[in-house]
């Protein structure tokens, strides 16, 4: 599930939407990106509904906009759908929401896919069902060397940059608790991301075990200040 996006002639109307799961039952959740500069102060208040929190924005269409949520003012959090995640330098991601085209250009283009999909559509049908074997495959085996390795688990999404698909690709993996993911190197964990694709090969996961030594401590107020400081990754 994308980014709902409504396109105009030189206009796009942008919903963004944060599942209440990821709030960790916060009740204050802002919008902040480069379409307010990154001005806290002028950060998008989001509606709370039934299951996420929602906020629409009016967009010039051309170009590309980093983003991120704001939660009780203190907790960052990444868009679970967004178009694109970049690394920032304070080894935090940014998601990113693509806003290029004009409503002709977007119907120009979904006229191509369209075409596109029509040509290799028994080729990509034939991948994909090799694709789920291999990985039922993998989760038939994972419990088994999960439950020997611990049997218990912390909520990894408190470390900033760290949502519940990545938990669960670090929980295969035998990660799962916060005193392991300390103890877990930069290369393995970014050899994790790697292996389950772009998407999340995007996220950088250098102040990870750093982050959750402090909550293996639980030392919540130095991680919350940290978390803070790094304010969108600018």
């Not at 939407?17 to 102060?41: H, Q, R, Y």
């Not at 509904?49 to 003012?73: H, M, S, T, W």
């Not at 996961?205 to 969108?232: C, F, R």
Request: aromatic share 8%; glycine share 6%.
């Amino acid at each position: 599930m994308s980014l709902k996006k409504k396109f105009s002639d030189a206009r796009c109307k942008v919903t963004f939407t944060l599942p209440k799961e990821a709030t960790m039952g916060a009740s204050d959740v802002k919008l902040v990106g480069e379409f307010n500069k990154w001005n806290i102060n002028n950060a998008i208040k989001m509606k709370p509904g039934k299951a996420n929190f929602e906020a629409v924005v009016d967009l010039p269409v051309g170009r590309d906009y980093q983003f991120r949520y704001l939660i009780n003012d203190s907790v960052w959090e990444n868009d679970w759908n967004a178009d694109n995640y970049v690394s920032t330098p304070f080894g935090v991601d940014n998601s990113v929401v693509y806003v290029r085209e004009t409503k002709a250009g977007r119907t120009s283009i979904a006229k191509s896919i369209k075409k596109a999909t029509k040509t290799v559509a028994p080729k990509t049908v034939a991948k994909k069902t090799v694709t789920k074997k291999s990985a039922a495959a993998k989760k038939a085996n994972a419990p088994k060397a999960v439950l020997a390795k611990t049997s218990t688990k912390d909520n990894l999404k408190k470390v900033e940059g760290v949502g519940p698909k990545i938990e669960k690709l670090m929980n295969a993996a035998g990660i799962m608790t916060w005193a392991d993911l300390s103890k877990t190197k930069v290369s393995t964990l970014k050899g994790i991301l790697a292996e389950a694709g772009p998407r999340f090969k995007m996220h950088n996961p250098t102040t990870w075990a750093k982050q959750a030594k402090l909550a293996a401590k639980g030392d919540w107020d130095a991680l919350a200040k940290w978390q803070a400081e790094l304010n969108g990754g600018k």
